[in-house]
């Protein structure tokens, strides 16, 4: 008996192992491979949902698009969502993470109070300041690599708009070029020049009643920067 269940142990670990990793999207990163939660839970402020189509990646998408900050995948079936950690969970064997997603079988999903723990890279909640208008060109850019590239189905507030996306995807430079483009990244360029704050004369519109606003201009990047609070 005792060899029997050595084996069967030894089989668990192996099938555990044996899955594959899954893809992490929206540049979220894994905070926890696994660990220990608790019936209070270990996401704070969670809200839990059961999917038969749950996986790591399906209930980040779910997660992000709801506002939070923090996905977990647990028990097979529980997608978990939050605004952050209570404490310090405890970490888990990876081989206690041996339940497959309903989603996915080759991927797991937790355990039986296991838990695999994503954290978005939103920024925290800051200030964002204007540092000018830069030249913006494919020989003199103004911001270094990588730069993410995001258009709007309108232009309607840009300015805004382009901030809150690059702090939701964790980017603490924001430009806004020729009242359409928006472009997020690490920092400036090296070399990036400054120009007259007159050339960043493209016109966005605000809210009805509001007037409008400066959006860049050609080849012209209105840059904003981030500051933690």
């Keep these: 008996m005792k060899r029997l269940a050595l084996f069967v142990v030894t089989s ?5 192992s044996a899955f594959n990793q899954p893809v992490i ?5 894994t905070q926890y ?9 270990v996401i704070a402020n969670v809200k839990t949902t059961q999917y038969t189509d749950n996986t790591p990646a399906s209930c980040i998408q ?10 977990g995948v647990e028990y097979s079936n529980e997608c978990h969502c939050g605004t952050g950690l209570v404490g310090t969970p405890a970490s888990a064997p990876v081989s206690d993470c041996n339940m497959a997603c309903t989603g996915d079988p080759t991927l797991s ?21 204007l540092q000018g208008c830069f030249l913006d060109t494919p020989a003199s850019p103004a911001f270094a690599s990588p730069v993410v590239h ?3 189905d309108t232009n309607l507030e840009l300015d805004l708009e382009c901030i809150q ?19 997020c990244s690490f920092g400036l360029a090296p070399g990036a020049q400054l120009r007259s704050q007159d050339e960043c004369n493209s016109i966005c519109p605000l809210p009805p009643g509001e007037g ?11 840059v904003f920067k981030y500051q933690h609070n």
């Design 12 to 16: 668990f670990v192996l099938s555990a």
């Design 25 to 29: 999207p929206l540049n979220w990163s």
């Design 33 to 41: 491979a696994c660990a220990v939660d608790v019936p209070s839970r």
């Design 62 to 71: 779910r997660c992000d698009g709801a506002g939070f900050s923090y996905a």
């Design 109 to 129: 999903c937790g355990g039986s109070w296991r838990i695999q723990i994503y954290k978005s890279p939103a920024l925290p909640p800051g200030a964002w300041t």
């Design 150 to 152: 995001h258009t709007f």
């Design 165 to 183: 996306y690059c702090e939701h995807i964790g980017y603490p430079f924001s430009g806004v070029e020729n009242a359409s483009d928006c472009q």
């Design 212 to 222: 409008n606003e400066f959006c860049g201009g050609f080849q012209r990047l209105a």
